[in-house]
């Protein structure tokens, strides 16, 4: 599956970098044997890690450069600054036919501007989003945007929804995937007008997903549907807070079975429950947002994610590279603006 890939890396992009970059190859590396990387970066500082990495020595290139894009770098600075960093020349890697994809986990905002600047957006689609997927109980479901389009319009909430039910399909394998809107209530009188307009549009879409109108917050954990689509200050809010429940869950968890004697005993018997657990939630098993509607793959990895969590992300893009998740896109997108398909979406 994965013969004749290859992945353009920000070597030098998050908070631990490169180490946690190398690790993650050489642990994606028994998943996908055959995916080559080029790893963009100070050589002086990737060389001597890989070294001691000595199955990763034929599927890395490492191509030099000492500049870099920092976290607090603004992406107006990154655009006309960082062209010869580290993020820009992976991808440059893209946009040249060197690499089928590209992962970061570096600065979010410069590399939405640069990928933006370099890839372009597919025809059809006025901003990109960013999708990503997190665990529900009835599998894993989808939610977009993450954080990229803090103000949308109707037409941008319209395109979030076919981006996402295709990222469903390519990603999730659900031929038909539910796409809900997220908003303050179920009713179809809830919601200020933009939500209500979109809604409107996807009621008359006639594309390989099924819109089941508006969704809640308390709908994430039971997946009422595949896809979440929101605005980018929503879904990041979203997405923050489910994390930081996680964590104050898992604290507390942690807390009440450190209490008593009887509470650590306790512990031992439901220690293999709670091992799947976690390892269900995990937030490193779902690591790697996708920038969706771009002319190529690019991969957002969490900043400060760990090895195990950078093998993730190259999974995604592993899956989206072959999965075909842009021109599984571009036609839908070009069923969604024809006239027979959907007559109010000529001014998308």
């Avoid at 690790?23 to 060389?47: C, M, Q, S, T, W």
């Avoid at 594309?207 to 605005?231: A, C, I, K, R, Y």
């Avoid at 993730?312 to 072959?322: E, L, N, P, W, Y």
Wanted: net charge neutral; hydrophobic share 45%.
């Amino acid at each position: 599956m994965d013969s004749n890939l290859t992945l353009a890396l920000d070597a030098m992009g998050g908070d631990k970098a490169p180490g946690a970059i190398i690790k993650g190859i050489d642990i994606a590396r028994k998943r996908y044997p055959n995916v080559h990387y080029l790893l963009f970066g100070d050589e002086r500082r990737i060389g001597p890690i890989l070294k001691r990495f000595s199955k990763l020595g034929g599927i890395c290139e490492i191509r030099h450069t000492e500049e870099l894009i920092g976290s607090e770098d603004k992406p107006s600075h990154a655009l006309r600054r960082g062209k010869n960093s580290s993020m820009r020349l992976a991808i440059d890697a893209v946009r040249d036919g060197d690499a089928a994809g590209v992962i970061s986990a570096g600065n979010t905002g410069a590399l939405m501007a640069m990928a933006k600047f370099v890839l372009k957006t597919v025809p059809g689609i006025d901003r990109p989003a960013i999708a990503g997927f997190f665990p529900s109980m009835r599998g894993e479901s989808v939610m977009l945007d993450l954080g990229a389009n803090v103000d949308c319009t109707t037409e941008n909430l319209v395109q979030f929804g076919v981006m996402g039910a295709a990222f469903a399909r390519t990603v999730l394998g659900i031929q038909r995937p539910k796409v809900g809107l997220l908003n303050v209530g179920t009713e179809e009188l809830k919601g200020h007008e933009t939500v209500k307009a979109a809604a409107e549009i996807l009621r008359e879409i006639e594309l390989p997903f099924e819109f089941s109108g508006f969704v809640e917050g308390s709908d994430f954990g039971p997946g009422t549907v595949d896809v979440f689509v929101t605005d980018g200050f929503t879904g990041n809010i979203a997405l923050k807070t489910a994390e930081g429940t996680a964590k104050f869950y898992a604290w507390n968890l942690r807390a009440a079975f450190r209490r008593s004697l009887m509470s650590r005993l306790g512990y031992l018997l439901a220690r293999p429950a709670l091992l799947a657990l976690r390892e269900r939630l995990d937030p490193r098993s779902y690591n790697g947002a996708l920038f969706v509607g771009l002319n190529g793959v690019v991969i957002k990895s969490h900043g400060g994610t760990d090895a195990r969590g950078f093998a993730s992300a190259i999974g995604v893009a592993v899956d989206m590279a072959h999965g075909k998740f842009n021109e599984t896109l571009i036609e839908d997108l070009h069923a969604f603006i024809a006239p027979e398909a959907a007559p109010r979406a000529a001014s998308l």
